[in-house]
């Protein structure tokens, strides 16, 4: 007895956070919020898995099946957004909470699983109430925990592949390596603004927009504090004055964009901005294998302003038509 209220208390706990971390000032819980932490938790839950992805879309199907229908499987409306920022914050969001959750579940993670499933039912169906169909819900849900998973991934995949080849092959530091998966999320960026602009050049600015990259920056810094690097407020020391002239790492990014192509081929990630947001990750966990242990390679005050040079320093030169 003593067991099952333990369980209850974490499913009640667990289900109080979903709606307390999608709060938005003003307005309560936003219910896109809410499937983006939802999906969070259950893309942790998925990495205790030896294959997360076939992991994650096995909870999926049995939500699926609780609720009786599959996900809505047409085009989405406009104003549904799928912006990868929001949703790496998010989902990540929701990762912490999973562990904070599993901390006080003393059963398997396959029951774990099995109530994380139950929760994500009684959300949805709970929705349906309120006139929210639970085929659109559900494919919301679908979309924000694979698209976070896939972020994760991204993560380690090109943190693992610049280490075993160019490393290990070509002689590259852990440096090249933070500099290169910076640039080429800057350079991503660049190229998708680039692609904007050519395409309205009435309604789209003609100059680099701060907001994108401070977004994308923003990506990359919680990446390395989630990973252990002081936050603090050394990020931009030693950054040269807008004025100079830009120096982008060019030879790293091309280095390093054979196997980000490569990736992101084999991925669901195939527009600029998200594949901008998953290179970001990437190169905070980098920054985190870079300036963390006890003997880092860099020290975390150099490092910092390294990346942040590297992905600034791309995104306006590509803007510039370097």
């Not at 942790?44 to 096995?58: G, I, V």
């Not at 060019?250 to 054979?258: N, Q």
Request: proline letters at 5%.
């Amino acid at each position: 007895m003593h067991d099952h209220a333990e369980k209850s208390e974490v499913t009640h706990l667990l289900h109080m956070s979903l709606f307390k971390m999608a709060e938005v000032p003003g307005r309560g819980s936003d219910l896109r919020l809410v499937l983006q932490v939802l999906g969070g938790v259950m893309i942790e839950c998925a990495m205790m898995f030896e294959d997360p992805s076939e992991t994650l879309t096995t909870i999926l199907l049995k939500i699926s099946a609780a609720l009786g229908c599959d996900a809505y499987d047409g085009p989405l409306p406009d104003w549904i957004t799928l912006d990868g920022v929001e949703v790496d914050h998010y989902t990540e969001r929701g990762r912490e909470l999973c562990r904070m959750a599993l901390h006080d579940w003393h059963d398997g993670e396959f029951d774990f699983a099995d109530m994380i499933t139950l929760t994500a039912h009684h959300v949805i169906a709970a929705w349906e109430e309120d006139h929210v169909p639970r085929a659109e819900t559900l494919r919301l849900l679908r979309e924000y925990a694979m698209m976070g998973l896939c972020f994760e991934i991204a993560a380690q995949e090109l943190c693992d592949v610049l280490i075993e080849k160019k490393m290990g092959r070509d002689g590259w530091s852990l440096g090249d390596c933070l500099g290169g998966l910076s640039g080429a999320a800057g350079w991503r960026l660049a190229k998708l603004g680039l692609l904007r602009n050519k395409l309205d050049k009435h309604t789209m600015p003609a100059t680099p927009q701060d907001k994108d990259l401070d977004d994308l920056v923003h990506v990359m810094t919680a990446e390395a504090v989630r990973m252990g690097v002081p936050a603090g407020s050394d990020w931009r020391f030693g950054l040269a004055a807008n004025d100079a002239p830009v120096d982008p790492p060019v030879e790293l990014l091309e280095g390093v964009e054979p196997y980000a192509q490569l990736f992101f081929s084999a991925t669901p990630l195939r527009h600029e901005r998200d594949q901008a947001v998953a290179c970001a990750k990437a190169a905070g966990r980098m920054l985190a294998v870079v300036a963390t242990g006890e003997e880092p390679e860099i020290a975390h005050v150099i490092a910092k302003p390294l990346a942040m040079m590297a992905i600034t320093e791309t995104y306006h030169a590509f803007w510039m038509g370097f």
